[in-house]
């Protein structure tokens, strides 16, 4: 298992492996934001919470066609299939893979673009620590998708249009972490059901994901 | 480890395409499979594999003895062929590649990327996975495509030890390897067509 999760996490280092891109694409958004909007600052700063959150969310979905496609394609998935790894620790492997080069980054560059749309003091510990909870349940629901839709030609815009719909609860309730921490309310609600949310991710879908990867690899 | 197979019948995509297929693999042995393209070869080792179930039949003795190499070999281009051989010796739990590197005369290419080798090299590394697997029962989906004559006698080889330590291959392959195995043709066990029943009659 250890070697699965060095292996992806060496493809996504090296030439092609797009590490980075999501990054990139994070930054990209969130610096036109503020030219799409105007440049007045508490306007800015309203809305910073949701805009780094909604950036982030895309950036996940960005890299997640490649994240079993690539596997599928080479046929190293059929030979994991047959390996002695159970499938549901495979997919549990390739989101963790996943989160360590796409969401991990972002969690730790949002307080950096915080500044670009001036978010209050208070709110940058709450943005990284609801993007910390949050980007795993991001992941892992996008391996369910990824792995719904693998072997399909030009999946990448189904998976888009599969995952977003789950993604919502998780941005509803992190981007809510995120608000009312920057306002100096009461967070404990919507960082509980944010957890929530996370945990019973990672506890279930893997289960499904390896579910739905036996049927599409038959 | 004996593989019984009993009165197996499989589909592709739903549609049966082979029934009523019977052997037994003993260790030691070779069985080469044939038949014409489009038969069900390849979805009568995916079964065995157990990536597929079957329609009826049973499989036994496949469950975690089997070794698979499909059409394509599964490698990763920006890995090295030791960083490729030793991930899977990794996920099948051994350690000691050289065996596999010297079988197939990997050696000199050992620290080149997978995705600048030729489709024969390419071949011989997912070949030589095979031997890193450890396992018992070594499934063969046409092994020799774009092998030269030297690197398929350096395969038969490879085949003929395992056979000795007391391993077993199937092998589905149109070219003659040079192994002493028996042949099982599948030709004979195209499935059958449904027989129209009353209830589909009705329509016609």
């Known amino acids: 298992m250890i070697a699965l999760l060095l292996r992806d996490l060496k493809l996504s280092f090296r030439a092609g492996g797009g590490f980075g891109l999501g990054l990139a694409f994070f930054l990209i958004v969130t610096v036109l934001v503020p030219f799409s909007v105007g440049p007045q600052s508490a306007l800015l700063s309203t809305i910073a919470p949701g805009v780094l959150w909604l950036g982030a969310l895309l950036a996940c979905l960005l890299s ?20 002695p790894l159970p499938l549901e620790s495979v997919v549990t492997i390739k989101a963790l893979a996943h989160w360590i080069t796409t969401g991990l980054p972002l969690v730790l560059v949002a307080p950096v673009l915080g500044v670009l749309l001036n978010l209050p ?29 693998v072997g399909l030609k030009r999946g990448g815009l189904l998976l888009s249009l599969l995952v977003l719909p789950l993604y919502v609860p998780t941005l509803i309730f992190g981007a809510e972490v995120a608000r009312r921490g920057a306002t100096g309310m ?22 499904a994901s390896a579910a739905v990867l036996r049927i599409n690899l038959r | ?16 395409v082979l029934e009523g297929v019977n052997f037994t693999l ?24 157990g990536l597929q179930p079957p329609l009826s039949g049973s499989i036994q003795g496949a469950e975690d003895q089997v070794a698979y190499a499909a059409h394509s070999d599964g490698l990763k281009p920006t890995l090295t062929v030791t960083e490729n051989l030793v991930f899977w010796a990794s996920v099948f739990g051994t350690v000691d590649i050289e065996p596999a590197l ?16 030729s489709a024969g090299q390419k071949r011989r590394l997912g070949l030589a996975r095979m031997l890193v697997t450890g396992r018992p029962i070594w499934i063969l989906d046409e092994p020799t495509v774009s092998l030269d004559r030297n ?21 589905a392959t149109h070219i003659d390897l040079g192994l002493e195995g028996e042949v099982l043709d599948v030709g004979p066990n195209k499935a059958k067509p449904k027989p129209i029943d009353d209830f589909d009659g009705g329509f016609l």
């Open chain 1, 121 to 149: 003091v208070p709110g940058f510990s709450w943005l990284v620590i609801s993007l910390l909870i949050g980007t795993p349940a991001l992941s892992v629901i996008g391996t369910f998708g990824a792995a719904l839709t």
């Open chain 2, 26 to 49: 003993e260790p030691g042995r070779a069985l080469i499979l044939r038949g014409p393209n489009g038969i069900g070869k390849t979805t009568l080792l995916r079964t065995l594999a």
């Open chain 2, 102 to 117: 010297d079988a197939f005369d990997l050696k000199g290419l050992s620290d080149r990327h997978a995705g600048n080798l």
């Open chain 1, 64 to 83: 997640l066609d490649r994240l079993l496609a690539l596997d599928w394609e080479d046929g190293s998935l059929d030979l994991l299939a047959t390996a």
């Open chain 2, 151 to 171: 690197a398929v006698d350096m395969f038969a080889s490879a085949v003929r030890r395992h056979l000795e330590t007391g391993g077993s291959a199937l092998i």
């Open chain 1, 186 to 207: 009461e967070t404990s609600a919507p960082v509980l059901m944010l957890a929530g949310i996370t945990a019973a991710s990672v506890a279930l879908l893997p289960f």
């Open chain 2, 1 to 16: 480890m004996t593989l019984n197979v009993t009165d197996l019948a499989i589909a592709r995509a739903g549609i049966p």
